[in-house]
């Protein structure tokens, strides 16, 4: 099986390959949010240790990556190292294979930090450069940009969207006080690190009973050049307010096969018919939503962890102890060995609060 | 109002202070569980930046840290620097003033993290040996310092023990599974540093539910020369069986003032009536318990959290998520604007859980 954090034998990381690499995962990280059904993917050219051109790739149907920094580099491409975060493609899309414009420009080595899962590239990128006698080194900074490419992956590999859960609770597990719609749990720090992510996911995704409770506007806030994300309304009935503020350009209602929707088509709403969470998200994938970002509540939380759902969670721990009140999750019903364990843990403070992340489910890979 | 980390003007503490104190923190440790109704109280003294004597007390009615770091230093303490934790004693106790004990001795210079609360010493053991001409700095490493007397300070200045409450969660706020006893939650490295609080705090409390539910030794096991905490059982009722394993030798029942205790009383267990938690507390500072490990469970941590009466808490948080679920905490009911705040946050990876600790209460001072 291929290892996208061991390099092949032979082919060894040079100390800088990791600096331009995460230059180049800085350039991806431009494109995150923007580029469904693509892959957010950044590129760096390198001569004689200096970056000479960088790219990324801004949204479906524009040139990719390469494209942009091959550009910016002109002649000084030829004997350069050129770093990509994702394979180059091989084969004829929207725009001309990146595997022939390096090879065209005369680069003399690539980098590439994971290998395309997209059946039609997957290795075959790597192969054609190889071939063009091009070095390729494979898997500097691999599980970052695995990580950052989550949401292409899910959806190429699994047909379905990368689903992030994000809540802030109490340093007791409280994320509501009894009967309180909205009581601030985490500091500013931390509503602004939410509102990066809402820029950087492709959706965002709430239950019935949070959307008539906070009617939130589920939008991005204070973020320079940010934009919002997809709303999505998981309302099995159908009963939720079809002005409810979430409800703008592109929102999609979830709901049954047979819930009377007809009010929220007037409405202009984008309605998904679905039987179960698994068809409701590959409905979703369908529109183009690579990631998703599960803002609650409890109830919807639950659903997803319940059925395996849940890929990643990022939860807020708010200094305080609050006593009653409402818990992240309420179901389901399990003994403690049996709990859904998270792997790849990071810890940050951010503010007066303490950020934890980590992943349930592995990043698709091939 | 004297502040414990700024130093008096004039008063410079040198780059090397901070050094030695923390060497007499570490000596100072080695009596933590062992001193009570006493502090735990480390010193050094150094000569020309070597260190030519340590000592530390090791229990009520032993010889004080002075002493033991004085003898072991002989003539060398002759113009030498003395790290003490707290301001040297300056009455006669059990032993003779240590202030005293210093001069005789003819260091020159004495630094002091903390000033000693008791109103007998406070201000006055820094007096005497500027009295005496030699210079004192004051409050290095002061906070750490309070920190690790806070059971000597709380005994002494609000007359009842130091409560840390503890206790390890799931990701999304569980402390154990519906209707599970005690499914482990956190890794063997929390388990350690847990029996490494056990060893260090004068007592560890328990309710009546977790003692029919669990019967838990209560003990200290794994910690190399460690020693066992009193075992302090909150039962209103006097309904726990006088039999389970916690009831060892100063074990302490504390019960309501009209319960029927007899045959926990036939059992030689220390009986303690009191009408409210306050009263408990104050009646535990009576019999020298100066800090209580709360370990549970979320009736008891509920209880004592309603009247203010956790000082401290200690949080392992498990990577995984469980769904349903018991919560560590479950009143009193209040708006989360309400929440007790934590201060002091210190998070900490341990093994593959995170521990977070923190304040509730000020550490006592004068």
């Known amino acids: ?57 801004p949204r479906a149907g524009e040139p990719h990556a390469e494209a942009f920094a091959l550009r910016a580099a002109g ?17 004829h899309g929207r725009t001309p294979p990146c595997a022939d414009a390096l090879i065209a420009a005369g680069v003399r080595r690539v980098v590439v930090a994971a290998l395309d899962p997209n059946p039609r590239v997957s290795g075959r990128g790597v192969q054609k450069l190889r071939d063009a006698r091009i070095e390729v080194a494979l898997g500097v900074l691999g599980a970052q940009a695995e990580r950052q490419q989550a949401g292409f992956r899910s959806a190429v590999v699994r047909g379905r969207p990368w689903v992030v859960a994000k809540y802030a609770m109490t340093l ?27 820029d950087e996911l492709d959706a965002i995704a709430v239950g019935s009973g949070t959307l008539s409770l906070d009617d939130p506007a589920l939008t991005t ?38 819930a009377d929707a007809a009010a929220h088509e007037a409405a202009g709403i984008t309605v998904q018919r679905a039987a179960c969470l698994p068809d409701a998200l590959r409905g979703l994938a369908d529109l183009g939503v690579g990631s998703v970002l599960l803002e ?71």
Chains 1, 2 share one sequence.
């Open 296 to 366: 609650g509540g409890p109830t919807l939380l639950s659903a997803f962890l319940a059925q395996g759902l849940v890929d990643e969670v990022r939860v807020f721990l708010a200094p305080k102890l609050l006593g009653a009140g409402l818990s992240p999750l309420s179901a389901p019903e399990r003994p403690m060995h049996g709990a859904q364990a998270v792997r790849d843990l990071r810890v940050e403070t951010l503010g007066v609060d303490v950020l934890i992340t980590g992943l349930l489910n592995d990043i698709p890979r091939i």
């Open 75 to 91: 002649a000084r491409a030829r004997g350069a190292v050129a770093y990509v975060t994702l394979e180059p493609c091989s084969h």
């Open 221 to 258: 806030r204070g973020v320079p050049g940010g934009r919002d994300p997809r709303p999505v309304v998981f309302d099995r009935r159908a009963a939720s307010d079809p002005h409810a503020r979430a409800w703008r350009d592109g929102a999609v209602l979830v709901t049954a096969p047979d």
């Open 172 to 198: 007791d597990g409280k994320v509501a006080a009894p009967g309180e719609a909205n009581g601030a749990v985490s500091g500013p720090e931390a509503r602004g690190r939410t509102m990066r992510w809402r």
């Open 1 to 57: 099986m291929y290892e996208v954090n061991a390099l092949p034998p032979g082919v060894a990381a040079l100390p800088a390959d990791e600096r331009f690499m995460t230059l180049a995962l800085e350039q991806a990280a431009r494109g995150l949010g923007r580029t469904a059904p693509n892959p957010p993917v950044g590129c760096v050219i390198v001569q004689q240790g200096t970056v000479v051109g960088r790219g990324f790739h």
